[in-house]
């Protein structure tokens, strides 16, 4: 059973910054890409960052780029997003979830192409 559980989360102030952290089990965690999503409230679940399962190729969706990095640590089964710069439109649930899809670089950004999900960690910025 793939479990991921995220970490990390809270409430930081404009401009600050926070690391979540998601520790993988149940599957072989250096074979699969990574994923960062986030679902702000009354909105939809959008893509933030993702990572191949090498880290070699990175993605990040345009609102965060600049200010959020994801690695990942394969000897630990974690993936990681630093989150800098913040801004109060980044507040919104955070999952990380591990792709199953078959075009990692066509398909990174849809959340359709990855098959196991966190449980969500809130993030919280205030102005």
């Known amino acids: 059973q793939v479990q991921l559980v995220e970490s990390g989360g809270g409430l930081a102030q404009a401009g600050g910054s926070l690391r979540l952290s998601c520790a993988a089990s149940?599957?072989?965690?250096?074979?699969?890409?990574m994923g960062w999503f986030r679902q702000a409230p009354g909105k939809g679940r959008e893509f933030v960052a993702a990572?191949?399962?090498?880290?070699?190729?990175?993605y990040y969706a345009d609102s965060v780029t600049g200010r959020f990095t994801i690695s990942r640590d394969n000897a630990k089964d974690t993936v990681y997003l630093q989150m800098n710069s913040l801004k109060p439109e980044d507040t919104a649930v955070y999952y990380c979830?591990?792709?199953?899809?078959?075009?990692?670089?066509?398909?990174?950004?849809?959340?359709?192409?990855?098959?196991?999900w966190g449980q969500g960690m809130q993030v919280t910025v205030s102005s």
């Open positions: 979830a591990s792709y199953g899809g078959a075009y990692f670089g066509s398909t990174y950004g849809r959340d359709g192409a990855y098959d196991s």
């Open positions: 149940g599957l072989p965690f250096r074979r699969y890409a």
């Open positions: 990572i191949s399962s090498s880290g070699e190729t990175i």
